[in-house]
């Protein structure tokens, strides 16, 4: 990536780089007291991540609350628009966050107008981004306004996902039916959610909850989810009418109440009866309180919004099977699929889950059963303790000195670094390996010739390769090396050169350029035609500098 600039560490032994905590900013849309699937897990993330020694902290939108801990920056919206929230302060805010707190990477989580900030940010562009694919934006042909917005907000989807390091989807059917993501798979690997036990505080709240809404009912089904058109609750509310043994519970709040509530009454007409209830927004314990209560949770969402059903896993902890929608291209199907206690049915087609609520009647006794194993399966596959080790595996890949795990300290502290840009210099290469088998010496394959590769192979010497790489990343890599092995000094040289050292450092005179830039502490050089020799302080602080690099010509900064 071009303009992707990676900063060195401070110099330190490797066990006490080891020990310094990661630092990660998250961009979000929400945060907690806000209710969302993606503000939930936000949140368990970042408590998992600050528990397991990362250094977590977050912006998003939101009026400031007065218990806020100080990792969290919320930035006042001041208007919406097509479910964005625009807050003017959000560029500001991230600047300034990333400017006091110095992230080792971005985690931006999608689909949020306001991660596309850090595209125009330069201090954003020179960290490792993470994006977070929770769901795609899907716009109905119907929608106008939706589909004329997202013609906007496409191009800057697509320069998020290409400077990105690393794309996690939430589930692999979710990750292969992803439109947007198909050109980036190559960088994309599906990481499943998962939640953080339940709270035993809360569970002890929640037996003291009022439950009695559901009657005398024999068969309680609870399903849970804003009001909005995608859920499948009327599809649901027509299924249940008509069973009189069968009470339906719906929490959450939305702009569809009164659509719904009409269609309640049309199916109590029609059928006789309909016994359900919008129980509207509810608190946590009650939350708890219902899923405890349940027999069966329901959720019969009709569009790939629903892109993984957190809510699935929730029922799941409390012990209860699942029935779900089978939508190709969301992970729903597949997270109860993995519980192996659930079913899934065609979304929309009332008589499918009519008969799914017929067979849940008739299997009343195994209910049970089925829900201590889906209990098992949720603690065993999605925790967020499991979400959070394969995640900050991604963050520790993002270090340019795993390019080369096999290098080792060697007993020199010199460094040579040499630009192969011709076959025939392997040879000398080769030569001033066997004459100083102590120095360490690490090859830039810029040849991009396989036969250069397989020939350093031979002769053991460790290579990083321009096409796999890139300079910036090259770069990153011996400045990793210089801090974490302790190396005084560094040569960085074309390779045809590497058996004439002794005059290199005699030999470079800086030109006009190189003079004026240094004045203003910034070294200029041209990779692998100008030879660069550092020592001691020079060294340390070359590793401490950011570097900006275009084509073969890097800037060197000092911070």
Known sequence: MLHRWLRGKNRNTPDKIEQAPLRVLHVGKYYPPYRGGMESFLADLIEQQRASGIDARAVVHGDPLPDDPEWLIRVPVQVTLVFAPIALGFPFALWKAIQRFKPEALHLHMPNNAAFWPLIIPSARRIPW??????????????????????????????????????????????????????????????????????????????????????????????????????????????????????????????????????????????GCARVKLLGQVSEARKYALFNSC?????????????????????????????????DGSGMSWVVGQSGTGQCYAPDQVQAWREAIRQALEAKAQLAHRGQVAQRAADAQFTIAQCEARIREIYQSFSPIAAIPDIEKAASSQLLVAVLQDLRDIDLLVQWR??????????????????????????????????????????????????????????????????????????????????????????????????????????????????????????????
């Not at 969402?301 to 099977?321: C, D, N, Y």
């Not at 070294?523 to 030879?531: A, F, I, T, V």
């Open 434 to 559: 066997n004459a100083s088998p102590s120095q360490q010496l690490v090859c830039v394959d810029a040849t991009g010739d396989p036969e250069a590769s397989s020939r350093l192979q031979q002769a053991s010497i460790t290579t990083l390769a321009l096409a796999d790489l890139g300079w910036e990343d090259v770069l990153a890599v011996v400045q990793r090396l210089v801090s974490e092995q302790g190396y005084t000094a560094l040569t960085i040289l074309p390779a045809h050169r590497v058996l004439d050292q002794g005059g290199i450092a005699e030999d470079r005179k800086p030109n006009w350029w190189q003079r004026l830039l240094g004045g203003l502490g910034i070294q200029y050089h041209r990779l692998g035609r100008d030879p660069w020799v550092l020592r001691d302080a020079a060294t340390s602080d070359w590793a401490l500098a950011a570097h900006g690099v275009l084509g073969a010509r890097v800037w060197s900064f000092k911070k």
């Open 130 to 271: 993470v994006v977070h694919w929770h769901s795609d934006v899907l716009v109905s042909e119907w929608d106008t306004v939706l589909k004329a917005c997202y013609q906007l907000y496409k191009p800057f989807e697509t320069k998020l996902l290409q400077h990105s390091e690393a794309i996690l989807a939430t589930s692999p059917p979710y990750m292969a039916a992803s439109a947007p993501l198909q050109r980036w798979l190559y960088k994309t690997v599906a990481i499943p959610l998962g939640l953080k036990p339940l709270d035993t505080e809360t569970l002890q709240q929640a037996e003291e909850e009022d439950v009695s809404e559901w009657g005398d009912a024999q068969l309680r089904i609870l399903s849970v989810g804003r009001l909005t058109y995608y859920k499948g609750f009327d599809t649901l509310i027509s299924a249940v009418a008509g069973f009189a043994e069968v009470q339906l519970l719906i929490a959450g709040e939305g702009e569809q109440r009164k659509e719904l509530e009409a269609l309640i009454e049309r199916e109590r007409s029609h059928h």
């Open 295 to 327: 027999d069966i949770f329901a959720l019969a969402s009709r569009e790939r919004t629903e892109a993984f059903g957190l809510v699935l896993i929730e029922a799941m902890q409390h012990g209860k099977p699942c029935i779900a929608s089978d939508l």
